[in-house]
């Protein structure tokens, strides 16, 4: 898996630190990994700094991911509950979206997470929920307590559960799957 991260201030010499230059830039990227990866990810904050351009090139870049035969997962970490969740479930997992995974965030419980399954069950796609992040103070909540296991073992049994409700028939795999940081 290949991440999209955008970081204008990162870019090479020659290459446009706008709209453009970010389109030309993911295209480059998923040019040179597309036969060696299975997907990209691309992070939604980058394309986001730019306004609705910036969400424009977002879509491009993973329509033009998929043509190249790459699976895409939106790291969004999308999250909320009731009607909210709702539209963001729609918003990234319709049938025809060109997204087939998308990063969440589950500390809000079920109902944050369920519309998220719901989406992914009618239209073939998938959910790649938080466990355990490997960004520094992580651990302020992620390794806390609680009885004798840590608040990120409990949540891997969540969604270990929400996983095993849901798994496919054909490929014996969930829609449900975790983040859970390398280092």
Request: glycine share 10%; proline share 5%.
């Amino acid at each position: 898996c290949v991440g999209l991260d955008p970081r204008l201030e990162k870019f090479p010499e020659g290459v446009a630190k706008d709209h453009d230059g970010v389109l030309e830039f993911t295209k480059g990227i998923i040019d040179s990994v597309k036969d060696v990866a299975a997907c990209v990810k691309p992070q939604l904050a980058y394309f986001e700094m730019l306004g609705w351009e910036g969400m424009k090139v977002f879509w491009e870049t993973c329509s033009y991911a998929k043509e190249q035969g790459l699976l895409v997962i939106a790291d969004g970490k999308r999250h909320d509950i009731g009607s909210t969740c709702d539209a963001s479930a729609e918003a990234y997992l319709y049938e025809d979206s060109p997204i087939d995974a998308l990063t969440v965030c589950p500390y809000l419980g079920s109902d944050g997470i369920n519309p998220f399954i719901e989406r992914c069950k009618a239209n073939d796609k998938g959910i790649f929920v938080l466990v355990k992040t490997s960004n520094p103070s992580s651990g302020e909540l992620q390794d806390l307590p609680t009885g004798d296991e840590a608040v990120h073992e409990q949540m891997a049994q969540l969604v270990e559960g929400w996983g095993m409700h849901h798994i496919g028939p054909e490929t014996n795999m969930s829609c449900v799957g975790a983040v859970v940081g390398a280092t």
